[in-house]
């Protein structure tokens, strides 16, 4: 009930992407991988909203068959799976989810290129690839009359910042790739919520933001507040209007567990930072 109204509030008020996997959400005790794709599914057919949603979901993850996995026939195979536990007829854009030195970039792009002739899918598109591996990927698109990827989906936020910053954001730039960054608010460090190592049992996702407590995470949490407060706004929400801003990012992909989360990322859309705004969270995450 509660996810089925946070996707309602979501799409009414003006958005319409919602970002899933395959994989998701394996990593839960009894799962097996596709339950994330099932509930939206689940949740599209009963509000009959297909036409207002455009889902993007990935393909790659290790299933259970031992390794990340792009071969034409996993794909194949995956597509038909995740088609049938969103109950539709196409996605909207299929991404890959990780890199896999077993499989040539031509033979996974020519699986989407059956994929993207049977109507399966609409686009396609990569995630955590490196610029060497998407420049190499981009090579083969264009000498094999291959379909090429469209949108990259890389970690990139205030704080990881280096595995996107540089080659990779230049080429995306370049070559006029759509970018929508996962983690954009750092696992939800940057939404102020944790100071200190007393507050890491605050969620489920504590344990991941040790790493982030150090003096340039505090640097960059200063910031945040004082442009924050500048704005009558939320950490959470300058984060995210500052990758909003970044030439070279489409969107970032941000996630609520409630309804009060939800309306602070709805805030954060309409959110114009200054120049020196940006300098300023620039120079912190330095």
Known sequence: MARNRLRLVLIDAGFNAIDTADASSRWVPGNEGGESETIIGEWMKSRKNRDKVVIVT???SDMGQGRKDLSPAYVAKAAEASLRQLQVDTIDLYLSHWPDPETPYEATLG??????KAGKIKSAGAS???AEQLRAALDVSKDESLPRYDVLQPEY?????NSYDGRLRDLCIA???GVITYFSLARGFLSGKYRGEADLGKSARG???KDYL???GFRILAALDDIAAKHKAKPAEIAL???MQREGVTAPIASATSLGQLESLIRAASLTLSRDDVVDLDKASA
């Open 241 to 243: 209007a500052w990758i």
């Open 214 to 216: 150090n003096p340039r």
């Open 111 to 116: 699986a989407y290129a059956t994929l993207l």
């Open 157 to 161: 936020n205030l704080y990881d910042r």
């Open 58 to 60: 990935k393909v790659g």
């Open 207 to 209: 344990g991941g933001i």
């Open 175 to 177: 070559e006029d790739i």
């Open 128 to 130: 955590n690839l490196d």
